[in-house]
């Protein structure tokens, strides 16, 4: 998330009433900002991540870890460089949707030369080195997807009560208190979310069902104050949840790419698509949530359904008499359409739109593809809007357009250039689960920088039905999907970027294996090809070390040598003296997982299972010499 607008929220009805302004505006600011920079051209590769963090509190005589409500006042001090001198800070921090939670990118997007690949972890490095120097001698800084016992009796520090009868998120489990508090966007985003969707939001995740699991597994809510409602949306065998809490207070790894022009990010944008179920199921790191063990690996579904404002009549449960449409998705959800020509013949999900918008979008000459894009964006209305925000000059402003554009979740995003800066036409990949190690963290995010770079080289072509991707969405979520799952993927992946031909026979099922590490004369592996790249340019010895290990631990990962973060914790939490094989992640059972992931993430606890011996030098910088002189270095 960029910086925040400032503002005074306003309430849901008067949001409401504003909503096809906000539609009707954001649309003619995308089209003004898109006819004053489709052509612009030239830009170069520009990339950077975006990793988020909690911060925990250790009881160590009590054997408690709680999440340490202190990020308004952490963020204060992180951001102070930043407010001094907007353009020297050596990392950028924002507010998360938890009070807990920070968000850390590099200060400056990194560029094309190859090297740059070997300061990624180092500036991870020093971004958490940021944190943990304001941390309390109690505190720990932890990159995990999920906090275990997030919803759990007391789990915040200081202790906080939930309060189901009043607040944003009247959550059975979630105090008000955990929202981040500095800024009203997160807490007016749960009430909306609410308001618009008529009640509270369910997640009902697969429990996973282990050899004490009660069976059908139901929980009584009513001693949590429950009016009914709650057990009435709550499903057996299933673990509810009824906050956007449970999902946006979980953390990911993105990465975001600007694009030579608006043709080469639209086909990056369509190229990474298939490769997002993929990247989920590697990543996998959050098998528990509220407490429990899931059948599920991923926190995907539990953020879709903690966003989902729909309501009744847009889910298709009764008719539609107030709102207009039914929405297959939450707007927290995969990708529903391909926006380049490539694209064209796997777009085989209807888009739901308004025709009208569609319409002044292509009156405006804007192609069918881009036009359906946005106007299947817009079909959402804003719930969050600030009243300075409402009146806006659609020739120079954005914020109509960024308002129902960051309220977009989807696995990709594409993204015009922002208002008044000088930035090209980027796109954001967004499923990555975040690991625990700077050195997991880096390599994933140069392995899908280098992805992109062996696309647009190579002209590769990945594209399969959407309707694939979103099937392939669903497989990445179960439980060791790397080790049993099949995915669809195109194995033809050789394409001139030219419009594809559609056959049945270009795609096929591969095991994340197959995809990653080549399946005989079919289909020769992700790595194998960035390898086949990175032997094909120039790079230094130091740098093409360290790209080494994070290859072999993509590879290891992806065979099954090596486990998910996701089964690492599982296996942690099936050996532990204190679980019961009920499903149920015991507090001293959560304090010594999160104290062993703190060890993992220090290096002070080998994890051969999860990391092999696997690591990169810690010093990795790029040295004055080579700033000075970029040309030794092969521009990519
Ligand atoms: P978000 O939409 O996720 O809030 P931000 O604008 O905060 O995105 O930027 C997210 C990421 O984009 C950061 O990693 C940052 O380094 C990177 N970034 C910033 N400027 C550029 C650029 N011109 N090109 C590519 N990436 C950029
Ligand atoms: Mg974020
Ligand atoms: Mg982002």
């Known amino acids: 998330m960029g910086l925040l607008s400032e503002g005074s929220p306003l309430s849901w009805p008067e949001t409401k009433a504003l909503a096809a302004h906000v539609q009707r505006h954001g649309i003619e600011q995308f089209?003004?900002?898109?006819?004053?920079?489709?052509?612009?051209?030239?830009?170069?590769?520009?990339?950077?991540?975006?990793?988020?963090?909690?911060?925990?509190?250790?009881?160590?005589?009590?054997?408690?870890?709680?999440?340490?409500l202190r990020s308004a006042e952490l963020l204060d001090q992180l951001q102070a460089t930043e407010r001094r001198h907007p353009d020297a800070a050596p990392s950028l921090w924002r507010p998360e949707y938890g009070a807990y939670m920070v968000e850390g990118t590099p200060g400056q997007p990194y560029g094309s030369l190859i090297s740059f690949f070997n300061t990624v972890e180092s500036n991870m490095r020093a971004r958490r080195q940021e944190v943990e120097a304001l941390l309390q001698p109690d505190e720990i800084l932890l990159s995990i997807t999920s906090f275990p016992r997030l919803g759990c009796g007391t789990f915040t520090e200081p202790p906080c009560r939930p309060t189901p009868g009043s607040g944003s998120s009247r959550s059975l489990f979630i105090p008000e208190e955990v929202i981040f508090p500095a800024h009203p966007r997160f807490a007016t985003l749960t009430r909306n979310i609410r308001e618009r969707r008529g009640k509270k939001v369910a997640i009902n995740m697969p429990v996973l069902v282990d050899e004490r699991t009660p069976r059908p597994f139901v929980e009584d809510l009513a001693?949590?104050?429950?009016?009914?409602?709650?057990?009435?949306?709550?499903?057996?065998?299933?673990?509810?949840?009824?906050?956007?809490?449970?999902?946006?207070?979980?953390?990911?790894?993105?990465?975001?790419?600007?694009a030579e022009n608006l043709l080469e990010a639209r086909r990056l944008y369509d190229q990474l698509n298939p490769l997002c179920p993929i990247l989920l199921a590697l990543t996998?790191?959050?098998p528990i949530h509220r407490g429990m063990l899931l059948a599920t690996d991923c926190r995907w579904d539990v953020i879709a359904m903690s966003c989902d404002c729909r309501t009744d009549e847009e889910r298709g449960l009764t008719p539609l008499r107030q709102d207009r449409f039914v929405i297959p998705k939450s707007r927290y959800g995969s990708t529903d359409s391909y926006i380049s020509e490539c694209g064209r013949p796997y777009n085989d999900v209807e888009l739901v739109m308004d025709p009208a918008l569609f319409g002044r979008l292509a009156e405006s000459g804007i192609d069918d593809l881009l036009a359906g894009h946005v106007a299947h964006l817009f079909i959402r209305e804003p719930i969050s809007l600030f009243s300075e925000k409402v009146q806006q000059d659609d020739a120079v402003d954005m914020d109509h357009f960024e308002n129902i554009q960051s309220t977009n979740w989807q696995t990709m995003r594409f993204k015009p250039p922002p208002a008044g800066s000088n930035i090209g036409w980027r796109v954001e990949f967004r499923p990555c689960e975040v690991q625990l190690t700077d050195f997991e963290n880096a390599a994933i995010v140069c392995f899908v920088v280098l992805l992109t770079r062996v696309i647009l080289s190579y002209k590769l072509n990945f594209l399969i039905p959407i309707s694939k991707v979103d099937e392939n969405m669903r497989r990445a979520h179960k439980k060791d999907a790397v080790l049993t799952e099949k995915f669809w993927f195109r194995s033809d992946f050789l394409c001139d970027g030219s419009p594809c031909v559609d056959a049945e026979t270009e795609?096929?099922?591969?095991?994340?294996?197959?995809?990653?590490?080549?399946?005989?004369?079919?289909?020769?592996?992700?790595?194998?090809?960035?390898?086949?790249?990175?032997?094909?340019?120039?790079?230094?010895?130091?740098?093409?070390?360290?790209?080494?290990?994070?290859?072999?631990?993509?590879?290891?990962?992806?065979?099954?040598?090596?486990?998910?973060?996701?089964?690492?914790?599982?296996r942690f939490v099936a050996g532990h003296a204190d679980y019961a094989r009920d499903s149920v992640v015991p507090e001293s059972t959560a304090f010594d997982l999160l104290v062993a992931c703190q060890e993992v993430t220090a290096g002070r606890r080998a994890e051969p299972t999860l990391l092999g011996r696997l690591g990169s030098r810690t010093d990795n910088h790029l040295p004055a010499a080579i700033l000075r002189t970029p040309s030794l270095y092969k521009q990519v």
């Open 284 to 286: 996998a790191a959050s």
């Open 31 to 68: 089209i003004s900002q898109f006819n004053r920079l489709k052509e612009r051209r030239g830009d170069s590769l520009k990339w950077g991540d975006e990793v988020e963090y909690m911060v925990v509190r250790l009881d160590r005589r009590a054997r408690t870890a709680r999440l340490a």
């Open 223 to 258: 001693r949590l104050g429950d009016d009914g409602s709650s057990q009435a949306a709550a499903l057996p065998d299933h673990v509810y949840m009824d906050a956007m809490a449970f999902g946006m207070g979980c953390c990911c790894l993105q990465i975001t790419f600007q």
């Open 507 to 570: 795609y096929s099922e591969l095991t994340v294996n197959e995809i990653f590490n080549g399946k005989g004369d079919e289909f020769p592996g992700l790595v194998p090809l960035v390898t086949h790249y990175l032997n094909a340019v120039n790079i230094d010895a130091d740098t093409r070390c360290t790209m080494g290990q994070y290859l072999q631990l993509i590879r290891r990962r992806a065979s099954g040598e090596l486990q998910t973060t996701a089964s690492w914790i599982r």
